[in-house]
């Protein structure tokens, strides 16, 4: 399946793409080699640098793929993800992940490549074969995921509208509750909207008063040349 280059993403959907990731906030990892994968005990999302894939939507796609792992964190959805590899119960989690970011990567317009996970076809031949109506329970369990990961981002959505209340009562909130990089990282796992909800105000203050300064120095000009 043909997909965008990964300088053409933003072209294309890379806006919608970003958002999304954004709004889950997770622990991500990147690192020279071939493994892509989710950590439960750590709570992080570890990929291939992004120049390794030969693709934007590769990428994404397998980045969906960990999200969808990522939520059944016991914060979240609270899936069981203790099966090792070469499990039914192992392949049953690949099944389910694999059908959210099929889901997902339709919806954002990245398309779906099942070469990249052909490894796991006899895991989950097995499954079907053995349990025929386990598509529907993980059909099922995908479009929880995907719901989920929808939720997240309304709930980011709302965030931002918020900003335009008060601004600087979520910086006090935040002010209030860091006193240190140890309590930030704290908080990004606990309350990451809150978070991403001062970033983006500090962001917008610093954007109103450069707006502004810029304002009063035309305003000023135009009256000396008077």
Known sequence: MDRPPVHELSAVNGHSLRFKYRATNPKLHHAAGDRA?????????????????PSAGDYYSTLLHEL???TGHATRLNRDLSDPFGSIGYAR?????EIASMIIGSELGIGYDPGQHAAYAASWIQILEDQPFEIFRAAA???K??????????????SREELQVDKSEIIKEYDRLVDGPAARQWLEKER????????????ELRREKLQKETAERQHRVARVRR
């Open 93 to 97: 989690e690949e099944l389910r992940a």
């Open 37 to 53: 994968f989710y950590r439960p005990s750590t709570d992080s999302i570890h990929l291939p640098m992004k120049e390794q894939f």
């Open 68 to 70: 969808g792992h990522w």
């Open 145 to 158: 995921i995907h719901t989920y990961l929808q939720t997240l981002q309304q709930q980011q959505s709302v």
């Open 141 to 143: 369990d995908g479009e």
């Open 192 to 203: 990451p909207s809150l978070v991403a909800a001062r970033d983006q105000a500090i962001v």
